[in-house]
C-alpha cells in the first residue's frame, strides 16, 4: 500500500509541474528531477476518524514537532494545539514536516498527499517561511547553482527562477514564496476547504526592546497573498510579537531552544493558546463549535487591521 500512495504523490506532483503558465506563456517544468530535500521516507499522520471534519496543519518546524529532526529541546506549536479541540467532533491532523519549505513541501508530493485527504468542510492551516531560506539579498547574488533545493524566491510574484542540480543534469523551477502560498490556497479553496494563511512566528530576537518582525518580507508577504486570495489570515508574526513583548525579555527566554530559533515545549504551548485566541478571533470563525473545554479560557484576539487590496493578483489553477 505504501509503494502505492508514493508512486501515485509521485505521478500527482510529475503530472501536476508539466505545463505551467507564466508571464512568458506555457513552459516546461520539471521539480521532481531535482533531488529532494525532504527525506522519502518521511510519513504523515491522516485523519483519525474519517466521519469527522478535519483541521490540516500544514507547515515546516513552527508547527512540526516530528518529521525533519527537532531536538527534544524544541516542539512546534501544532502537538498543543490539538489539545484545544475536540477530539469527537474534529480531528486535527498535523502534516507539518520540520525540514521543509513552501516549495518542499509541494514539489516533493505531500501537498498532493494532503490534498487527497481532504474534504469539503475541512480547514487548512499554513505557515511557512522558517526554511525558504533565499532573502532578498542571497536570491539577487546567487547563480542558479548555489541556490539550496528548498529554496523559494522572495516576493509574491509569477517570477521564476530555472535551477540546475550542482554536478549533475538535472534541472527545474523555483518560484516565489508567495506564487508557492497562492497554490496551496488555490488547492485548497478547488477542494472544499476553508484555508487559513499564518505568517511566521518570529524568533527570539530582540531589538530595542521589543521582538524583531518581519512585516517587510515573509510576514508582509504571507498577508499579501490571503488579501489577493481574499481568505482569513492569522499574523501570528505580530500577534505572537506583541504577546513576547507584554511577558519581557527574561520571561520569554523559558519559552525557546537555546538558540533562539524555535519554541521549547512550553513555549509551543504558549503559541498554541495564543494562535486559538487568534482562530476565535476571525470573522466568522470556522472552527466555532469545534473548541475542547481547555479552550474555554482562551479570549479572542482582533485581528490587525488588513492592507488595502493590490490592484491585481495573479492567478493559479488548482493542482490536477
Not at 524566491?153 to 549533475?168: A, M, N, Q, V, W
Not at 518582525?213 to 481568505?231: F, K, L, P
Request: with cysteine; glycine share 8%.
Amino acid at each position: 500500500m505504501r509503494f502505492c500512495r508514493r508512486s501515485l504523490r509521485h505521478l500527482l506532483v510529475l503530472t501536476s509541474s508539466l505545463l505551467v503558465v507564466s508571464p512568458r506563456g506555457v513552459r516546461a517544468q520539471t521539480l521532481m528531477d531535482i533531488p529532494h530535500s525532504i527525506p522519502m521516507d518521511t510519513h504523515l499522520p491522516t485523519p483519525a476518524n474519517l466521519s469527522l471534519r478535519s483541521l490540516f496543519l500544514v507547515g515546516d518546524s513552527e508547527i512540526s514537532s516530528g518529521p525533519g529532526g527537532l531536538s527534544a529541546a524544541s516542539e512546534g506549536w501544532g502537538q498543543p494545539l490539538a489539545a484545544f479541540f475536540d477530539p469527537t467532533k474534529i480531528n486535527v491532523v498535523n502534516r507539518a514536516i520540520t525540514s521543509s519549505s513552501s516549495r518542499a513541501y509541494i514539489a516533493e508530493g505531500f501537498w498532493a498527499d494532503t490534498l487527497a485527504l481532504i474534504k469539503p468542510g475541512d480547514v487548512v492551516l499554513i505557515q511557512f517561511g522558517r526554511n525558504e531560506v533565499a532573502t532578498s539579498a542571497s536570491a539577487a547574488g546567487q547563480s542558479s547553482t548555489d541556490l539550496p533545493l528548498e529554496s523559494s524566491l522572495p516576493g509574491t510574484s509569477d517570477t521564476f527562477r530555472e535551477i540546475s542540480s550542482p554536478g549533475t543534469d538535472q534541472h527545474g523551477v523555483i518560484h516565489t514564496y508567495g506564487w508557492y502560498l497562492r497554490q496551496l490556497v488555490v488547492d485548497a479553496l478547488a477542494r472544499g476547504a476553508t484555508p487559513i494563511l499564518c505568517s511566521p512566528s518570529p524568533h527570539r530576537d530582540w531589538q530595542a526592546g521589543h521582538i524583531r518582525q518581519s512585516a517587510g518580507t515573509y510576514a508582509g508577504w504571507a498577508r499579501a497573498i490571503a488579501v489577493q486570495q481574499r481568505v482569513s489570515f492569522l499574523d501570528l508574526n505580530r500577534i505572537l510579537a506583541d504577546h513576547y513583548d507584554s511577558l519581557g525579555e527574561t520571561a520569554t527566554g523559558s519559552l525557546f531552544n537555546s538558540l533562539g530559533t524555535n519554541t521549547n515545549p512550553a513555549g509551543a504551548d504558549v503559541s498554541a493558546r495564543v494562535i486559538v485566541g487568534a482562530i476565535k478571533g476571525l470573522q466568522p470563525d470556522p472552527l466555532i463549535g469545534y473548541f475542547s473545554e481547555k479552550a474555554t479560557s482562551v479570549k479572542p484576539i482582533k485581528p490587525p487591521s488588513p492592507p488595502a487590496l493590490p490592484q491585481s493578483a495573479p492567478s493559479l489553477q488548482p493542482t490536477p
